[in-house]
Protein backbone atom coordinates (compact mmCIF):
# COMPACT_ATOMS: atom_id res chain seq x y z
CA UNK A 1 0.00 0.00 0.00
CA UNK A 2 1.29 3.29 -0.50
CA UNK A 3 -0.24 6.83 0.70
CA UNK A 4 -0.08 8.10 -2.94
CA UNK A 5 -3.12 5.83 -4.04
CA UNK A 6 -5.34 8.14 -1.68
CA UNK A 7 -3.98 11.60 -2.63
CA UNK A 8 -7.50 13.55 -4.01
CA UNK A 9 -9.55 10.25 -3.26
CA UNK A 10 -12.96 11.28 -1.41
CA UNK A 11 -13.45 8.88 1.29
CA UNK A 12 -16.23 8.67 3.31
CA UNK A 13 -15.65 7.63 6.72
CA UNK A 14 -18.65 6.44 9.07
CA UNK A 15 -17.85 6.59 13.20
CA UNK A 16 -14.79 9.03 12.23
CA UNK A 17 -15.11 10.67 16.14
CA UNK A 18 -14.09 7.17 17.58
CA UNK A 19 -10.72 5.51 18.34
CA UNK A 20 -10.30 3.94 14.79
CA UNK A 21 -12.37 6.76 13.17
CA UNK A 22 -9.73 9.58 14.33
CA UNK A 23 -7.03 7.23 13.80
CA UNK A 24 -8.06 6.29 10.08
CA UNK A 25 -8.97 9.79 8.80
CA UNK A 26 -5.41 11.35 10.49
CA UNK A 27 -3.95 9.04 8.25
CA UNK A 28 -6.14 10.06 5.02
CA UNK A 29 -5.52 13.46 5.29
CA UNK A 30 -2.03 13.29 5.58
CA UNK A 31 -2.10 10.61 2.56
CA UNK A 32 -3.34 13.76 0.92
CA UNK A 33 -7.52 12.30 0.97
CA UNK A 34 -9.97 14.84 0.68
CA UNK A 35 -12.09 13.17 3.96
CA UNK A 36 -16.33 13.31 5.39
CA UNK A 37 -16.48 12.06 8.79
CA UNK A 38 -20.23 11.02 9.75
CA UNK A 39 -20.52 9.81 13.03
CA UNK A 40 -22.47 11.02 16.27
CA UNK A 41 -20.59 13.11 19.13
CA UNK A 42 -17.88 11.70 20.49
CA UNK A 43 -18.04 9.00 22.86
CA UNK A 44 -15.70 9.95 25.24
CA UNK A 45 -14.25 12.94 27.88
CA UNK A 46 -11.56 12.80 27.02
CA UNK A 47 -11.62 12.06 23.07
CA UNK A 48 -9.14 11.31 20.84
CA UNK A 49 -11.06 13.67 18.21
CA UNK A 50 -10.37 16.73 20.35
CA UNK A 51 -6.89 15.84 21.33
CA UNK A 52 -5.95 14.91 17.55
CA UNK A 53 -6.98 18.89 16.78
CA UNK A 54 -8.32 18.09 13.21
CA UNK A 55 -10.89 20.50 12.71
CA UNK A 56 -10.96 22.24 9.66
CA UNK A 57 -9.24 19.79 8.20
CA UNK A 58 -11.71 17.97 7.07
CA UNK A 59 -16.03 17.45 6.42
CA UNK A 60 -17.34 17.00 9.84
CA UNK A 61 -21.35 15.67 10.09
CA UNK A 62 -22.84 14.96 12.90
CA UNK A 63 -25.14 12.31 12.23
CA UNK A 64 -26.30 8.82 13.44
CA UNK A 65 -26.13 5.81 10.60
CA UNK A 66 -30.16 4.89 12.02
CA UNK A 67 -31.25 7.66 10.29
CA UNK A 68 -31.25 6.91 6.69
CA UNK A 69 -32.35 10.10 5.36
CA UNK A 70 -29.95 11.78 6.88
CA UNK A 71 -26.99 9.38 5.50
CA UNK A 72 -28.20 9.17 1.77
CA UNK A 73 -27.93 12.98 2.07
CA UNK A 74 -24.22 13.13 3.28
CA UNK A 75 -23.42 10.84 0.45
CA UNK A 76 -25.28 12.13 -2.59
CA UNK A 77 -23.45 15.46 -1.39
CA UNK A 78 -20.13 14.17 -1.30
CA UNK A 79 -19.75 11.97 -3.76
CA UNK A 80 -17.36 9.42 -2.05
CA UNK A 81 -15.01 7.29 -4.70
CA UNK A 82 -13.88 4.93 -1.24
CA UNK A 83 -16.57 4.04 1.44
CA UNK A 84 -14.81 2.91 5.30
CA UNK A 85 -17.85 2.22 7.74
CA UNK A 86 -16.23 2.17 11.40
CA UNK A 87 -19.49 3.26 12.73
CA UNK A 88 -20.95 0.93 15.68
CA UNK A 89 -22.18 0.01 19.65
CA UNK A 90 -18.78 -1.84 19.96
CA UNK A 91 -18.75 -2.77 23.67
CA UNK A 92 -19.80 -5.98 24.68
CA UNK A 93 -21.29 -5.67 28.26
CA UNK A 94 -23.39 -1.80 26.37
CA UNK A 95 -24.87 -4.81 24.51
CA UNK A 96 -26.14 -6.94 27.20
CA UNK A 97 -27.06 -3.34 28.99
CA UNK A 98 -28.22 -2.46 25.43
CA UNK A 99 -29.16 -4.69 23.44
CA UNK A 100 -31.72 -2.91 20.90
CA UNK A 101 -29.77 -0.17 20.36
CA UNK A 102 -26.70 -2.62 19.41
CA UNK A 103 -28.72 -4.29 16.91
CA UNK A 104 -30.25 -1.27 15.50
CA UNK A 105 -26.60 0.45 15.28
CA UNK A 106 -24.48 -2.65 14.45
CA UNK A 107 -27.27 -3.89 11.41
CA UNK A 108 -29.47 -1.43 10.72
CA UNK A 109 -27.30 1.32 10.37
CA UNK A 110 -24.88 -1.05 8.40
CA UNK A 111 -27.66 -1.98 5.97
CA UNK A 112 -28.27 2.23 5.96
CA UNK A 113 -24.60 2.12 4.68
CA UNK A 114 -25.07 -0.86 2.40
CA UNK A 115 -27.89 0.74 0.66
CA UNK A 116 -26.42 4.40 0.39
CA UNK A 117 -23.62 2.39 -1.76
CA UNK A 118 -26.13 1.22 -3.60
CA UNK A 119 -27.43 4.27 -4.56
CA UNK A 120 -24.49 6.59 -5.05
CA UNK A 121 -23.04 5.81 -8.44
CA UNK A 122 -19.76 7.30 -7.37
CA UNK A 123 -18.31 4.56 -5.00
CA UNK A 124 -16.05 2.04 -6.21
CA UNK A 125 -14.51 0.48 -2.97
CA UNK A 126 -16.11 -0.21 0.75
CA UNK A 127 -14.83 -1.81 3.26
CA UNK A 128 -17.15 -2.54 6.13
CA UNK A 129 -15.50 -2.83 9.13
CA UNK A 130 -16.92 -6.10 11.52
CA UNK A 131 -14.74 -7.79 14.33
CA UNK A 132 -13.06 -11.10 15.11
CA UNK A 133 -15.83 -11.96 17.26
CA UNK A 134 -18.49 -12.72 14.94
CA UNK A 135 -17.27 -16.28 14.65
CA UNK A 136 -19.02 -18.97 16.74
CA UNK A 137 -16.53 -19.68 19.33
CA UNK A 138 -15.73 -22.83 20.58
CA UNK A 139 -12.92 -22.20 22.60
CA UNK A 140 -10.38 -23.54 19.71
CA UNK A 141 -7.08 -23.21 20.03
CA UNK A 142 -6.33 -22.55 16.80
CA UNK A 143 -7.09 -19.93 14.75
CA UNK A 144 -10.74 -18.65 13.23
CA UNK A 145 -10.69 -18.96 9.33
CA UNK A 146 -13.19 -16.93 7.24
CA UNK A 147 -15.21 -20.12 5.97
CA UNK A 148 -16.32 -20.71 10.10
CA UNK A 149 -19.80 -20.30 10.76
CA UNK A 150 -21.30 -16.80 11.89
CA UNK A 151 -22.73 -17.11 15.17
CA UNK A 152 -21.82 -14.39 17.97
CA UNK A 153 -22.70 -15.51 21.10
CA UNK A 154 -23.59 -11.98 23.04
CA UNK A 155 -25.89 -9.55 21.37
CA UNK A 156 -22.61 -7.16 20.38
CA UNK A 157 -20.87 -10.04 18.67
CA UNK A 158 -24.64 -11.70 17.34
CA UNK A 159 -25.30 -8.10 16.16
CA UNK A 160 -21.86 -7.87 14.14
CA UNK A 161 -22.60 -11.34 12.85
CA UNK A 162 -25.26 -10.15 11.07
CA UNK A 163 -24.42 -6.92 9.98
CA UNK A 164 -21.59 -9.98 7.85
CA UNK A 165 -24.86 -11.24 6.50
CA UNK A 166 -26.45 -8.28 5.19
CA UNK A 167 -23.29 -7.10 3.23
CA UNK A 168 -22.72 -11.04 1.97
CA UNK A 169 -26.66 -10.34 0.97
CA UNK A 170 -26.39 -7.15 -0.50
CA UNK A 171 -22.70 -8.29 -2.69
CA UNK A 172 -24.66 -11.31 -4.00
CA UNK A 173 -27.82 -9.38 -5.08
CA UNK A 174 -26.50 -5.57 -5.85
CA UNK A 175 -22.80 -5.61 -5.92
CA UNK A 176 -21.75 -8.67 -7.88
CA UNK A 177 -21.31 -7.34 -11.62
CA UNK A 178 -17.95 -5.33 -13.03
CA UNK A 179 -19.66 -1.89 -12.90
CA UNK A 180 -20.50 -2.61 -9.03
CA UNK A 181 -18.68 -1.28 -5.82
CA UNK A 182 -16.30 -4.03 -4.91
CA UNK A 183 -17.22 -4.41 -1.47
CA UNK A 184 -15.61 -6.21 1.91
CA UNK A 185 -15.92 -6.76 5.13
CA UNK A 186 -12.53 -6.75 7.44
CA UNK A 187 -12.51 -8.92 10.73
CA UNK A 188 -9.92 -7.87 13.04
CA UNK A 189 -9.34 -8.53 16.75
CA UNK A 190 -8.91 -6.28 20.06
CA UNK A 191 -6.40 -3.29 19.27
CA UNK A 192 -4.96 -0.96 21.57
CA UNK A 193 -2.45 2.15 20.92
CA UNK A 194 -3.04 5.95 22.35
CA UNK A 195 -6.32 7.66 22.28
CA UNK A 196 -8.38 4.58 23.56
CA UNK A 197 -10.79 6.25 26.34
CA UNK A 198 -13.70 3.42 26.33
CA UNK A 199 -15.20 1.98 29.21
CA UNK A 200 -14.79 -1.58 29.84
CA UNK A 201 -11.65 -2.14 27.61
CA UNK A 202 -8.18 -3.33 29.32
CA UNK A 203 -5.87 -0.59 28.48
CA UNK A 204 -8.36 2.26 29.00
CA UNK A 205 -8.56 1.37 32.60
CA UNK A 206 -5.02 0.82 32.99
CA UNK A 207 -4.66 5.06 31.93
CA UNK A 208 -7.57 5.95 33.70
CA UNK A 209 -5.77 4.25 36.98
CA UNK A 210 -2.61 6.09 36.32
CA UNK A 211 -4.41 9.07 35.44
CA UNK A 212 -6.35 9.21 38.65
CA UNK A 213 -2.86 8.20 40.73
CA UNK A 214 -0.99 11.37 38.28
CA UNK A 215 -3.94 13.92 39.55
CA UNK A 216 -4.02 13.28 43.06
CA UNK A 217 0.03 13.18 43.22
CA UNK A 218 0.32 9.74 44.19
CA UNK A 219 3.26 7.74 43.89
CA UNK A 220 1.83 4.91 42.05
CA UNK A 221 -1.62 3.42 40.67
CA UNK A 222 -3.13 0.61 40.96
CA UNK A 223 -4.79 -1.23 38.12
CA UNK A 224 -8.34 -3.13 38.49
CA UNK A 225 -8.27 -6.34 36.16
CA UNK A 226 -11.73 -8.01 36.04
CA UNK A 227 -10.89 -11.19 33.58
CA UNK A 228 -7.13 -11.82 33.84
CA UNK A 229 -7.18 -15.11 32.24
CA UNK A 230 -8.77 -13.92 29.07
CA UNK A 231 -6.65 -14.78 26.12
CA UNK A 232 -7.11 -12.39 23.09
CA UNK A 233 -5.00 -11.61 19.76
CA UNK A 234 -4.29 -7.83 20.22
CA UNK A 235 -2.42 -5.46 17.80
CA UNK A 236 -1.72 -1.85 17.55
CA UNK A 237 -4.82 0.32 16.48
CA UNK A 238 -2.32 1.17 13.05
CA UNK A 239 -2.35 -2.53 12.07
CA UNK A 240 -6.12 -3.23 11.11
CA UNK A 241 -6.38 0.25 9.68
CA UNK A 242 -3.29 -0.06 6.98
CA UNK A 243 -4.96 -3.63 6.34
CA UNK A 244 -8.45 -1.69 5.61
CA UNK A 245 -6.88 0.77 3.13
CA UNK A 246 -4.83 -1.94 1.73
CA UNK A 247 -7.87 -4.00 0.89
CA UNK A 248 -9.83 -0.76 -0.11
CA UNK A 249 -6.76 -0.11 -2.73
CA UNK A 250 -6.84 -4.07 -3.83
CA UNK A 251 -10.02 -4.18 -5.22
CA UNK A 252 -10.39 -0.91 -6.57
CA UNK A 253 -7.80 -2.01 -9.09
CA UNK A 254 -8.98 -5.62 -9.06
CA UNK A 255 -12.68 -6.13 -7.87
CA UNK A 256 -11.47 -9.92 -7.49
CA UNK A 257 -10.31 -9.04 -3.54
CA UNK A 258 -13.68 -8.29 -2.73
CA UNK A 259 -14.41 -10.57 -0.34
CA UNK A 260 -14.04 -11.27 3.83
CA UNK A 261 -10.89 -10.94 5.90
CA UNK A 262 -9.69 -11.59 9.17
CA UNK A 263 -7.32 -9.32 10.57
CA UNK A 264 -5.06 -10.12 13.14
CA UNK A 265 -1.40 -10.04 15.06
CA UNK A 266 0.96 -13.69 14.91
CA UNK A 267 0.05 -16.30 17.10
CA UNK A 268 3.05 -14.82 19.54
CA UNK A 269 0.78 -11.83 20.42
CA UNK A 270 -1.93 -13.67 21.45
CA UNK A 271 -1.95 -13.24 24.98
CA UNK A 272 -4.02 -13.16 27.92
CA UNK A 273 -5.18 -10.54 29.85
CA UNK A 274 -3.11 -10.40 32.65
CA UNK A 275 0.07 -10.86 30.75
CA UNK A 276 -1.21 -7.81 28.98
CA UNK A 277 -1.31 -5.49 32.15
CA UNK A 278 1.87 -6.87 33.44
CA UNK A 279 3.80 -5.80 29.96
CA UNK A 280 1.75 -2.55 30.48
CA UNK A 281 3.01 -2.30 33.70
CA UNK A 282 6.40 -2.90 33.15
CA UNK A 283 6.78 -0.88 29.95
CA UNK A 284 5.23 2.52 31.88
CA UNK A 285 7.33 1.92 34.71
CA UNK A 286 10.90 1.58 32.35
CA UNK A 287 9.60 4.51 30.71
CA UNK A 288 7.73 7.33 33.17
CA UNK A 289 9.46 10.34 34.01
CA UNK A 290 9.75 11.27 37.89
CA UNK A 291 6.81 13.47 37.59
CA UNK A 292 4.33 10.32 36.90
CA UNK A 293 3.28 7.10 39.67
CA UNK A 294 4.19 3.58 39.02
CA UNK A 295 1.77 1.05 37.86
CA UNK A 296 0.85 -2.39 39.05
CA UNK A 297 -2.61 -4.32 39.19
CA UNK A 298 -4.39 -6.73 40.72
CA UNK A 299 -7.33 -8.91 40.12
CA UNK A 300 -10.66 -8.68 40.71
CA UNK A 301 -12.17 -11.27 39.09
CA UNK A 302 -16.04 -10.78 39.19
CA UNK A 303 -18.31 -13.10 39.76
CA UNK A 304 -21.42 -13.98 37.56
CA UNK A 305 -19.75 -11.46 35.19
CA UNK A 306 -21.67 -11.27 31.63
CA UNK A 307 -20.31 -14.10 29.17
CA UNK A 308 -17.50 -12.84 27.38
CA UNK A 309 -15.19 -15.53 25.37
CA UNK A 310 -12.18 -17.30 27.38
CA UNK A 311 -10.24 -18.04 24.25
CA UNK A 312 -10.53 -16.34 20.71
CA UNK A 313 -8.13 -16.29 18.00
CA UNK A 314 -7.70 -15.18 13.92
CA UNK A 315 -6.02 -17.39 11.34
CA UNK A 316 -5.07 -14.20 9.00
CA UNK A 317 -3.79 -16.56 6.34
CA UNK A 318 -6.18 -15.09 3.82
CA UNK A 319 -5.52 -11.33 3.94
CA UNK A 320 -1.64 -12.30 4.03
CA UNK A 321 -1.60 -14.27 1.06
CA UNK A 322 -3.96 -12.37 -1.17
CA UNK A 323 -3.72 -9.22 -0.04
CA UNK A 324 -0.41 -9.14 0.99
CA UNK A 325 -0.77 -7.06 4.36
CA UNK A 326 1.19 -8.34 7.20
CA UNK A 327 1.13 -7.26 10.87
CA UNK A 328 4.46 -5.22 11.53
CA UNK A 329 4.47 -4.71 15.22
CA UNK A 330 5.19 -7.30 17.94
CA UNK A 331 3.32 -6.65 20.95
CA UNK A 332 6.25 -5.29 23.11
CA UNK A 333 6.41 -2.18 20.17
CA UNK A 334 2.88 -1.78 20.44
CA UNK A 335 2.86 -1.38 24.06
CA UNK A 336 5.81 0.52 23.69
CA UNK A 337 3.81 2.97 21.14
CA UNK A 338 1.23 3.10 23.44
CA UNK A 339 2.58 3.57 26.72
CA UNK A 340 4.78 6.59 24.91
CA UNK A 341 1.08 8.88 23.53
CA UNK A 342 -0.61 7.89 27.20
CA UNK A 343 2.32 9.23 28.95
CA UNK A 344 2.79 12.42 26.50
CA UNK A 345 -1.21 12.74 26.94
CA UNK A 346 -0.87 13.09 31.41
CA UNK A 347 1.82 15.49 31.21
CA UNK A 348 1.81 17.20 27.03
CA UNK A 349 -1.39 16.83 25.35
CA UNK A 350 -1.04 19.70 23.20
CA UNK A 351 2.31 17.35 21.77
CA UNK A 352 -0.59 15.15 21.10
CA UNK A 353 -1.10 15.79 17.33
CA UNK A 354 3.13 15.31 17.10
CA UNK A 355 3.02 12.29 18.46
CA UNK A 356 0.21 10.69 16.39
CA UNK A 357 2.44 11.78 13.46
CA UNK A 358 5.62 10.33 14.77
CA UNK A 359 3.78 7.08 15.18
CA UNK A 360 1.80 6.98 11.86
CA UNK A 361 5.20 7.74 9.57
CA UNK A 362 7.16 4.69 11.80
CA UNK A 363 4.24 2.15 10.98
CA UNK A 364 4.16 3.54 7.15
CA UNK A 365 7.72 4.00 6.69
Known amino acids: MTHSFFKNKRVLITGHTGFKGIWLTKILLNAGASVLGYSLEPPTDP ?6 L ?9 GDVRDLTHLKEAFEEFQPDIVFHLAAQPIVRESYRNPVCTYETNVMGTV ?7 L ?16 RNNEWLWGYRENEPLDGFDPYSNSKSCAELAVHSYVNSFFSDDDSPAVSTARAGNVIGGGDFAADRIIPDCVRAMEQAYLNGEDSGTIEVRNPYSTRPYQHVLEPLSAYMMIAEKQWDDRKYAGWYNVGPDDCDCLTTGDLVTMFCDTWN ?21 HEANFLKLDSTKIKSEIGWKPKWHIQ ?5 TVDFYQKYLT ?10 SQIDKYFE
Not at 120 to 135: N, P, Q
Request: glycine letters at 2%.
Open 120 to 135: TGSVRSAVIITTDKVY
Open 47 to 52: SLFALA
Open 286 to 306: QKKTAALPSAEWMSRAEINAP
Open 333 to 337: ECMEE
Open 112 to 118: NVLECIR
Open 54 to 62: LHGSFTDVR
Open 348 to 357: DSDKIPEIMD
